[in-house]
């Protein structure tokens, strides 16, 4: 690579971007040898149902604590996959890159992107590069889609929600997007947290190994953080969950963050956690499952679903209240009222 | 000692709420309990203590959130400024979304004006510092916790020197909307619950004439769920023996003449003004303005702006919420077409405004 | 009306304090507030120390709710 930062030649398909592609963004991605480079990439035959998700990343600041965008943007799509309950198998890599980004930038990206794809056990098959002008894009976006393999019969999905089912969470709440806020311009809050991004498609292995159909829900609370996905679920099930707010986990630093500046810990975004939504008899067993694991050791019960007929989430406070949670109108701020 | 977990504990709140009940078992008729704080109509909520206080306790919200009661021409205001070029906005997050006649700082974003989210004023200061190309313009709302701190940054501002730096203000004071409520006859309290920080800066025995004036109980009260406790039980243990008092349940942090320091900061840079309380409307005295000394740090004045003609939205109730005299549920426009998403009046949108408090946390 | 945490004073260099709370750490005006010295815990609104916070008189507030949950009193 001649230039130090991305040119809007990079995206034009001539020689500039064949240099793009073939001494930095393949190389680290894929490493597929340049004659075997085509539209599509072909896969093998699969011997079971396939899951097939989408998403695309736009966080700002693009480098936060312990982690950056590219690991983001494979971890999303990987536990996307595996929320379905299927084994992550090829991901696609769609960049739209700022004119002007420099191209240590990107390599630091695209390095952190090869690293989580071979901890997930994913490979990154196929993927696609633009550059629009300066000003057209914040830096860079990525665009991840990707396919896995029902290995299993069970149907997991968001209306599978019962009355006494347990809910399950495998750690702390809010530790990604407090670590990105504290990170932003304006708010000037030193801490050491960091996101919690990271795949978990073998916890889910092992929580599906160990619960089989009474594993009822799995889904990641990513954006709008723990209550906006169990009212989604509360919804698509008809069911009344109700949260211990003395059971939920939360690092203390995390907390105090979310009081600072006036944030619900439970809307605030997470990259690592997982809601388990399980039948009570198997509950102690997916729990005991989940401690096993490197991303489980911190899981625990944090509610159950106390009835059926309209979607509502409540909340039991930690001195024995209760109120119910709706879903935000948007982003939460900070606030000082 | 952690200070906030130590007034969470479960137990003690157990304890504080046996003591209610036993305090009020034998009254008779409702007892009702105005706070006029929006933090505290937030804190309640959260903690969904009106779900655990016994039968004749009627807590109400008064107009205690500072957004709220911002007239919508201060809105339109912030606006027009936003339209300026090289004209950043800094705020509170708070102000973000209040509808204004026509527009919010929201929508004024998506249309490629500069909003700056801040949590402290002394931030947008520091913006200004590095950025003087810009004209650094912050929105100062809020009761007298909130005003000296809008003082101090001005102050800052004007040692550093900066000529980019300015505010646009509506500020108001407490106990003249108390003094209003408590004179209105449709409006029955039988005690209010004093905010936490605003008396911090103004001090407990700011309130003694309320108390002489109306015969009312007043209980200054923290903002952790175990204060809120206390302080219910402290006014209704007024209320069952017939005494009015001022009482001090946030003693670890407020004093009689609360912070001389704050408040001579605040005089320094404002001073006394009528006041427009949306909803409610003008109450002579209630509100601060900069002096003219501070000209130069006064947006109004150093910008002068076409500002769209006030519309407040026809059938919006929030004056009858604002007072207390109606609850959300009791406004026919919560939830129909006054939603989180779509909010017709300041009440909903504003974080701790009690329609938006209702509409997330009540049961 | 506010919110305002109780951080501890870490370190203090003219009139702004490094505070912190659990590992948040902040910078905060002392520009309000006389007497304060490392160690003591403030109020914080709006990276401001509003007032300091008294430990003996929370500890007083506790153990007077300590005491009406151990003897089902009313307490002063």
């Given at each position: 690579m001649k230039s130090d930062i991305i040119l809007l030649g990079h995206g034009s398909g001539g020689t500039l971007s064949h240099q793009l592609l073939d001494s930095l963004i393949i190389p680290i991605?894929?490493?597929?040898?340049?004659?075997?480079?085509?539209?599509?990439?072909?896969?093998?035959?699969?011997?079971?149902r396939l899951a097939f998700t989408t998403d695309s990343f736009v966080v700002d600041p693009i480098f936060f604590p312990g982690g950056n965008i590219g690991d983001l943007a494979v971890n999303g799509t990987v536990n996307d996959l595996a929320m379905a309950g299927a084994t992550p198998l090829y991901l696609s890599v769609g960049l739209i890159l700022e004119e002007g980004l420099p191209i240590e930038d990107l390599r630091r990206i695209l390095e952190s992107m090869r690293q989580a794809a071979d901890i997930a056990g994913v490979r990154i098959v196929t993927g696609d590069t633009k550059v629009v002008p300066r000003g057209k894009a914040d830096r860079i976006f990525i665009n991840t889609s990707g396919v896995g393999l029902l290995e299993h019969e069970l149907e997991i999905g968001g209306s599978g929600a019962r009355i006494g089912d347990q809910i399950l969470i495998n750690g702390t709440i809010g530790d990604h997007g407090m670590a990105v806020l504290a990170s932003r311009e304006g708010l000037e809050l030193k801490s050491d947290m960091k996101t919690d991004c990271v795949p978990l498609n073998s916890l889910v292995a092992k929580i599906l190994a160990a619960g089989g159909?009474?594993?009822?829900?799995?889904?990641?609370?990513?954006?709008?953080?723990?209550?906006?996905?169990?009212?989604?679920?509360?919804?698509?099930?008809?069911?009344?969950?109700?949260?211990?707010?003395?059971?939920?986990?939360?690092?203390?630093?995390?907390?105090?963050?979310?009081?600072?500046?006036?944030?619900?810990?439970?809307?605030?975004?997470?990259?690592?956690?997982?809601?388990?939504?399980?039948?009570?008899?198997?509950?102690?067993?997916?729990?005991?499952?989940?401690?096993?694991?490197?991303?489980?050791?911190?899981?625990?019960?944090?509610?159950?679903?106390?009835?059926?007929?309209?979607?509502?989430?409540?909340?039991?406070?930690?001195?024995?209240?209760?109120?119910?949670?709706?879903?935000?109108?948007?982003?939460?701020?900070?606030r000082i009222c | 000692m952690n200070l906030t977990a130590a007034f969470r504990d479960p137990e003690l709140a157990r304890g504080q709420l046996d003591a209610i009940a036993k305090t009020v078992a034998d009254y008779d008729g409702a007892m009702t309990l105005m706070e006029?704080?929006?933090?505290?109509?937030?804190?309640?909520?959260?903690?969904?203590?009106?779900?655990?206080?016994?039968?004749?306790?009627?807590?109400?919200?008064?107009?205690?959130?500072?957004?709220?009661?911002?007239?919508?021409?201060?809105?339109?205001?912030?606006?027009?400024?936003?339209?300026?070029?090289?004209?950043?906005?800094?705020?509170?997050?708070?102000?973000?979304?209040?509808?204004?006649?026509?527009?919010?700082?929201?929508?004024?974003?998506?249309?490629?004006?500069?909003?700056?989210?801040?949590?402290?004023?002394?931030?947008?200061?520091?913006?200004?510092?590095?950025?003087?190309?810009?004209?650094?313009?912050?929105?100062?709302?809020?009761?007298?916790?909130?005003?000296?701190?809008?003082?101090?940054?001005?102050?800052?501002?004007?040692?550093?020197?900066?000529?980019?730096?300015?505010?646009?203000?509506?500020?108001?004071?407490?106990?003249g909307?108390?003094?209003?409520?408590?004179?209105?006859?449709?409006?029955?309290?039988?005690?209010?619950?004093?905010?936490?920080?605003?008396?911090?800066?103004?001090?407990?025995?700011v309130y003694r004439p309320l108390v002489e004036a109306f015969n009312v109980p007043c209980v200054v009260?923290?903002?952790?769920?175990?204060?809120?406790?206390?302080?219910?039980?402290?006014?209704?243990?007024?209320?069952?023996?017939?005494?009015?008092?001022?009482?001090?349940?946030?003693?670890?942090?407020?004093?009689?003449?609360?912070?001389?320091?704050?408040?001579?900061?605040?005089?320094?840079?404002?001073?006394?003004?009528?006041?427009?309380?949306?909803?409610?409307?003008?109450?002579?005295?209630?509100?601060?303005?900069?002096?003219?000394?501070?000209?130069?740090?006064?947006?109004?004045?150093?910008?002068?702006?076409?500002?769209?003609?006030?519309?407040?939205?026809?059938?919006?109730?929030?004056?009858?919420?604002?007072?207390?005299?109606?609850?959300?549920?009791?406004?026919?426009?919560?939830?129909?077409?006054?939603?989180?998403?779509?909010?017709?009046?300041?009440?909903?949108?504003s974080s701790e405004g009690t329609c938006a408090a209702e509409y997330k946390y009540g049961s | 009306m506010c919110l305002g945490v109780p951080m501890q004073v870490k370190s203090i260099e003219n009139d702004m304090a490094k505070c912190e709370i659990d590992g948040v750490q902040r910078e905060a005006s002392l520009m309000m507030i006389d007497g304060v010295n490392v160690g003591d815990y403030v109020l914080i609104h709006a990276g401001f120390a509003i007032e300091r916070i008294d430990e003996d008189e929370a500890q007083l507030t506790l153990d007077a709710l300590r005491s009406a949950l151990d003897q089902g009193l009313v307490p002063e």
């Open positions: 991605l894929s490493q597929v040898a340049p004659g075997e480079q085509n539209d599509a990439a072909i896969l093998p035959e699969q011997s079971g159909s009474d594993v009822h829900v799995l889904r990641d609370p990513t954006r709008g953080g723990v209550a906006t996905t169990l009212k989604e679920i509360s919804l698509q099930s008809k069911a009344e969950i109700t949260l211990d707010e003395s059971g939920l986990p939360i690092h203390a630093t995390v907390a105090a963050a979310c009081s600072i500046l006036g944030l619900d810990p439970l809307f605030v975004a997470n990259e690592g956690k997982l809601l388990v939504v399980v039948a009570p008899e198997s509950a102690e067993a997916v729990l005991a499952a989940m401690h096993s694991c490197p991303h489980g050791g911190d899981s625990t019960r944090i509610g159950e679903v106390t009835g059926a007929g309209e979607g509502k989430l409540r909340l039991r406070t930690a001195i024995g209240g209760l109120r119910s949670i709706e879903m935000l109108a948007g982003e939460q701020l900070p | 006029v704080c929006g933090t505290h109509t937030m804190a309640i909520y959260q903690h969904g203590v009106r779900s655990l206080l016994p039968k004749p306790i009627r807590l109400i919200s008064g107009p205690g959130c500072p957004v709220c009661v911002t007239p919508v021409g201060f809105v339109d205001h912030a606006v027009a400024l936003a339209r300026r070029p090289q004209t950043v906005i800094a705020t509170f997050g708070d102000m973000v979304r209040v509808p204004g006649s026509t527009s919010s700082l929201m929508r004024e974003q998506a249309s490629g004006a500069q909003i700056l989210i801040v949590y402290s004023p002394l931030d947008a200061v520091s913006f200004a510092e590095k950025h003087p190309e810009q004209e650094v313009v912050f929105l100062g709302v809020g009761f007298e916790t909130t005003t000296p701190t809008i003082a101090g940054a001005v102050v800052t501002a004007a040692q550093k020197g900066l000529k980019n730096f300015s505010v646009l203000t509506s500020h108001k004071t407490m106990p909307p108390m003094a209003a409520l408590a004179g209105d006859p449709e409006l029955q309290v039988d005690g209010y619950l004093c905010p936490a920080h605003v008396s911090a800066i103004i001090g407990a025995d009260t923290g903002f952790e769920p175990l204060d809120v406790l206390q302080g219910v039980l402290m006014l209704a243990r007024q209320i069952v023996a017939g005494e009015a008092k001022v009482e001090n349940q946030y003693n670890r942090v407020v004093r009689p003449q609360g912070n001389p320091k704050a408040l001579a900061l605040l005089h320094q840079l404002f001073e006394p003004c009528d006041a427009r309380w949306r909803g409610i409307g003008d109450i002579p005295e209630s509100g601060l303005q900069l002096r003219s000394t501070y000209a130069a740090f006064d947006a109004a004045k150093k910008f002068p702006v076409e500002i769209e003609p006030a519309k407040e939205h026809a059938g919006c109730l929030c004056g009858e919420i604002l007072k207390g005299k109606i609850s959300p549920r009791e406004c026919p426009l919560f939830r129909t077409v006054c939603t989180p998403d779509e909010p017709v009046g300041a009440c909903m949108v | -």
